[in-house]
């Protein structure tokens, strides 16, 4: 009777050893065939020029709406100081202006026309199959907010990239002056949904899927 004890007890003790170990190979090591791999990054940059903040205010949030893709890296900087090594490690560049003289800013056509003087694009079409996207603040309501993101898309149509609008049908805007001065939350929220569509179809053009 007491070597059948001992047996039991020494079969139970084998039994619940097997059973941690299966459990340690299971959760350590096989249980990594389960784990979801990370999402491949995919990298946005968000450049804008911004005297008295408006546009600036707008590019924060089109980098908000770009960082809850998962997977996306964002980098956030001014027109003048976008380095090459940036630009063409980008697969997404946003560019925002306020709108001068119905237009965008000399800043930033300057920006773009240093893709050739500084970067050197052509003849190669360095941008080509990069996502682009616009947005633009303007004082009044109807003096040229569309036509600056049109310009800005403009000129990445130029450059064989894939635009896309958000927010509006062009870009995402705001009205700075008037009876609401500033950024209002709808405006802000127009800017976050071109980030976020910009990292998504950037995801899609990479051949990864968009979660
Ligand atoms: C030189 C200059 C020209 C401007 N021209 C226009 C214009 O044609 N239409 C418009 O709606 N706003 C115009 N504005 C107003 C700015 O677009 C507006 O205040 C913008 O939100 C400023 O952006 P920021 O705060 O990012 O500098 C002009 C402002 C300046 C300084």
Not at 120 to 133: Q, S, T, Y
Not at 163 to 181: C, H, I, K, L, M
Request: hydrophobic fraction near 45%; aromatic fraction near 10%; charge should be neutral.
């Amino acid at each position: 009777m007491g070597t059948f004890r001992f047996a039991s007890s020494s079969r139970r003790s084998l039994a619940i050893s097997l059973f941690c170990a299966v459990l340690v190979f299971l959760v350590g090591g096989f249980g990594d065939i389960f784990a979801e791999e990370p999402a491949p990054v995919v990298k946005v940059l968000v450049t804008y020029h911004s005297r008295s903040g408006n546009t600036e205010r707008m590019a924060e949030a089109v980098v908000e709406g770009a960082k809850s893709v998962v997977g996306t890296e964002v980098l956030l900087k001014r027109v003048g100081q976008v380095t090459a090594e940036e630009l063409f490690s980008a697969d997404a560049v946003v560019v925002g202006s306020p709108v001068y003289w119905s237009n965008m800013s000399g800043e930033v056509k300057t920006f773009f026309d240093n893709w050739q003087f500084k970067f050197g694009v052509f003849p190669e079409f360095k941008m080509k199959n990069k996502v682009g996207a616009a947005f633009a603040t303007g004082g009044q309501l109807s003096s040229g907010k569309e036509v600056t993101m049109l310009t800005i898309l403009a000129a990445m149509l130029g450059n064989q990239m894939i635009v896309v609008s958000g927010g509006g049908a062009f870009g995402a805007s705001a009205t700075t002056e008037g009876d609401s001065p500033g950024i209002d939350k709808k405006e802000l929220a127009d800017a976050r949904a071109l980030g976020q569509r910009v990292a998504e179809v950037a995801r899609l053009v990479r051949g990864h899927s968009a979660r």
